[in-house]
């Protein structure tokens, strides 16, 4: 008996104005994980979308095979009777349920129409047992972090008897220590004989539990590489998703600092709901023109609660603290304030915050400015296609049109949109919040691009990324959070992945320690 679970044969998937895949062929093992890799937009989730029965038989050309046998799926329900489960990157779990009735939701444990939840429950604390997550099965979804929703999501698949777990991009949302705990779990499954397929653009953590990887590139696949071949590591990865070597990760910064565009003295912020929790503790920082400042923590330091207060007040209660922009105190009580004294915030979540993603490119780009686009109250609509063509080139977003609605294109591509939105808005303070999640590296370096020329013609740049690496190849200067505070300040030179993670764990009574250790950097 062949040792492969799947074969995908030619599979060809068009939508209008654009061939998705282009006789793309995968073939995985048995028992193996197997990585997808490529850009943003070569067709990888939608490789798995059509293996799943998003896109139903009969929509794409080519063939699918299963432990041998030829498939023909029309629904997600036909791929997951035979073991097929996929993950997708937007979990999709239902906050004010509990994690029982999420895991059991579609397939209910009922009998004559009536759910046992007795049963429910004893069935979900084995399948939270297999992922290792000590939860109550009674506790609202909405009540646990990101990592354990992950968690959730996976011991739902393992309700449907799973064969193949498909997981796309599962750690873009999750800190390093949920990263590595889900690592850990996918390569506990191989153990147990279980298949999975799993789209990443983290590479360092492909190449950390993977045995095979497929790469695609512009919507065909190039080659499938095995990660025994000692020749297979980042840079050959990289090479074979971009087509070229890419020698440099990061643009070379030759910074041009000038004084400081924007101060925050004192910044206190309480929880929106628990009004007596503090998330954010007497923060001071400040950014000058022409600098790339990055903000470091774990996840919960209180990173994007700090960003969106700052940001018109449009998170939390009860705030309290200066705000300056070049030397004058102005008060930021509104998100049309903010961007009337020139801040502009680009959400962690683009989909959710960023983007109307039923609304085409062209609208999305002038949303944040729209008086430079109207004349008597009325959308010039000539312009509005103008402006919008002028930042699709300027920015190379890869769209046969403005007129797309922005919910069609790749991650990276609709990094871009929102990045163009508050570009045009002309600010003086650009305040990023994990710019590039879910974009590949090649995208990723056209993003450090953009945010390196906009530094260059003088905005101030507030960076937040959970990638410590891209913190230390990006930013002039970096503060490091925990618990809603500033642990330390350190300059480009000092900075290093050891020292900000010592400042990201470490607690204000402990400063001492950190001196003690040798630490260059100006503790707060």
């Not at 070569?42 to 063939?63: D, I, N, R």
């Not at 097929?84 to 509990?98: F, G, N, T």
């Not at 360092?204 to 590139?217: M, Q, W």
């Not at 002309?426 to 953009?450: C, F, M, Q, S, W």
């Amino acid at each position: 008996m062949s040792d492969i679970i799947l074969e995908m044969k030619s599979i060809t998937k068009e939508f209008p104005g654009v061939k998705a895949l282009d006789n793309v062929s995968l073939k995985v093992k048995e028992g193996e994980i197997h990585a997808l890799c490529g850009e943003n937009g070569a067709g990888k989730s939608t490789l798995m979308k059509v293996l799943s029965g998003v896109y139903p038989h009969g929509t794409y050309s080519g063939e699918i095979l299963f432990n041998g046998s030829s498939c023909a799926f029309k629904t997600i329900k036909d791929s997951e009777q035979l073991g097929i489960v996929i993950i997708h990157q937007e979990l999709a779990l239902v906050p004010y349920l509990s994690i029982a009735e999420n895991i059991f939701l579609g397939n209910e444990q009922s009998r004559r129409g009536i759910i046992n939840w007795h049963q429910t429950t004893m069935k979900t604390k084995e399948l939270l047992a297999k992922v290792g997550l000590k939860e109550n099965p009674d506790t609202k979804v909405g009540d646990i972090g990101v990592g354990k929703q992950q968690l959730v999501e996976i011991a739902k698949a393992f309700s449907k008897n799973v064969k193949l777990l498909i997981l796309d991009e599962p750690t873009a949302s999750l800190n390093e220590r949920d990263s590595e705990n889900l690592l850990q779990l996918m390569l506990e499954f191989k153990k147990q004989g279980i298949s999975s397929i799993v789209i990443s653009h983290k590479l360092n953590e492909i190449e950390k539990v993977a045995d095979s990887i497929t790469i695609l590139r512009d919507g065909q696949s190039i080659e499938t590489l095995s990660m025994k071949d000692s020749q297979v590591n980042e840079d050959r990865i990289i090479k074979g998703m971009v087509g070229r070597d890419l020698t440099h990760r990061y643009p070379d910064r030759s910074p041009n600092i000038h004084q400081t565009i924007f101060e925050v003295k004192k910044w206190n912020v309480y929880h929106p709901l628990h009004t007596h929790r503090k998330v954010i503790d007497e923060v001071d920082l400040h950014v000058r023109s022409g600098e790339i400042v990055g903000i470091a923590g774990l996840m919960g330091a209180g990173r994007t609660e700090l960003a969106m207060s700052l940001f018109g007040r449009c998170y939390g209660k009860k705030i309290t603290g200066q705000t300056f922009l070049r030397g004058e105190e102005v008060v930021l009580d509104g998100v049309d304030r903010a961007i009337g004294h020139g801040l502009a915030y680009v959400s962690e979540d683009r989909k959710d915050s960023g983007l109307i993603l039923m609304e085409d490119i062209k609208t999305n780009i002038t949303l944040a400015s729209l008086k430079q686009i109207c004349s008597r109250l009325v959308v010039n609509k000539n312009k509005e296609v103008q402006v919008a063509e002028e930042y699709r080139r300027k920015l190379n977003i890869k769209t046969p049109s403005v007129h797309q609605k922005a919910g069609l294109l790749s991650g990276g591509n609709q990094q871009k949109i929102v990045l163009s939105k508050w570009i045009l808005s002309n600010p003086d303070l650009l305040i990023l919040d994990e710019p590039t999640r879910g974009i590949d590296v090649g995208a990723k370096y056209e993003i450090y691009t953009i945010i390196d020329e906009l530094a260059r013609q003088g905005k101030g740049i507030l960076m937040i990324s959970s990638e410590l690496p891209e913190l230390l190849g990006m930013c002039d200067r970096i503060y490091c959070m925990n618990e809603g505070r500033i642990t330390g300040e350190v300059t480009r030179e000092e900075a290093s992945q050891e020292v900000l993670m010592r400042y990201m764990t470490k607690r204000k009574e402990s400063d001492h320690h950190a001196k003690s250790a040798g630490i260059t950097a100006k503790a707060r």
